[in-house]
């Protein structure tokens, strides 16, 4: 049994999707990906660190030939204010020219941070360039930006578990937690 709720350093969070609710969505969007992308030979761009479980997970479901590789940028820096600034610390190491590109993201947000990434591997001309979010918060966005494949739309709280932090902790949680306030 989970528990319903969790403290997190110093703030308490409530259960809000359950693992068996996480996984039977992934296994649809991996046939989503399946269907969409067969013979294409996709490169699959996980986002680091968040990106660590749903990348995982979702790969399982990935029957078609497909290459894996990470970015790492920074943009919250642990608290639950969304920073401006991104920060890049790993680029990818590998030539993305004419490949069709499935960037692998936890969460978008204001989607500041999917913009400086859509914006990036746009530049090395890829033959496409499609995202696949776990969670989007559409009260929060502020880019015009196309999610090909979207886990669960969510409201605009703060959220940890599965894969996801808050001040470093809570990634390991086989579950995802909404902040109580
Ligand atoms: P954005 O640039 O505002 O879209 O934020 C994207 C990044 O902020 C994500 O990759 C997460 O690392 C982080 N983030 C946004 N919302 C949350 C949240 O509710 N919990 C934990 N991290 C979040």
Partial sequence: MNPETVTVADK?????ISAETISTRIKVLGEQINQDFADQKPVLIGILNGCFLFMADLVKEINIPCEIAFMKVSSYHGGMESKRVIT??????MDVSGRNLIVVEDIVDTGNTMRFISDKLAARNPASVNVAALLYK????EQDLELKYVAFEIENKFVVGYGLDYKGLG????EIYQVVL
């Avoid at 559409?138 to 966005?141: R, V």
């Fill in 12 to 16: 308490t969070f409530k259960m809000m």
């Fill in 138 to 141: 559409p009260d929060a966005m």
């Fill in 171 to 174: 990634r390991n949680l086989n």
């Fill in 88 to 93: 890049e610390d790993y680029d990818l190491k």
